[in-house]
């Protein structure tokens, strides 16, 4: 279950839980600046919500902050609010919602929206440096069995998977045995 912490007072605090999707979340509320601080510091946080109406220099800064340690945060601002402090928070990296129910659950949806192409990315990148590390080994052992033994590209190639085949090992296993012997 995902921690969201909400820096807001009770009743605006239910208003802003009520636009989630019941039991997915677990809800914390901060209702000052210092205990928003030690939350974020103390809990592992997948979204912070700051109510910032009516509008405060310490909204802000919370916000700031939660984006600072890496979680999404989101700035509820009033409707005449939302367009300027859209662009001032951009480079902090902090959402900015107008305070309707109807906008702050656009801009959560586009949070999680961001989220699920960034574990993709993630997912993806681990993949090829996977990828890239196989083939940086094998890389390696065609290079030292050009070196030690006079083959050229493809005959190491297929000296590999010869000693593949008769040790019954996987490719990687036998470029890394060759690695560990000629090196």
Do not use: W
Request: hydrophobic share 45%.
């Amino acid at each position: 279950m995902e921690t969201v912490l909400v820096a807001a007072g009770r009743v605006r605090c239910v208003e802003i839980q009520r636009l989630f999707y019941p039991g997915r979340y677990a809800f914390v509320r901060a209702e000052s600046e210092r205990e928003a601080r030690m939350q974020i510091l103390d809990l592992s946080l997948s979204l912070v919500i700051v109510d910032g109406v009516p509008a405060g220099r310490e909204s802000k800064d919370i916000a700031v902050f939660a984006a600072s340690q890496g979680i999404d945060t989101l700035l509820v601002v009033s409707e005449e609010a939302a367009g300027h402090m859209a662009e001032t928070m951009l480079k902090y990296g902090v959402y900015v919602a107008a305070s309707g129910s109807e906008s702050i659950s656009t801009a959560v949806g586009v949070i999680c929206v961001a989220k699920e192409k960034i574990r993709k990315t993630e997912e993806k990148n681990r993949k090829l440096l996977g990828r890239l590390k196989n083939e940086k080994l094998l890389t390696e052992a065609k290079c030292l069995l050009a070196a030690k033994k006079g083959l050229c590209e493809s005959e190491a190639h297929n000296y590999i998977e010869k000693k593949a085949m008769n040790c019954r090992i996987s490719l990687l296993d036998a470029a890394m045995n060759i690695v560990s012997e000629l090196s």
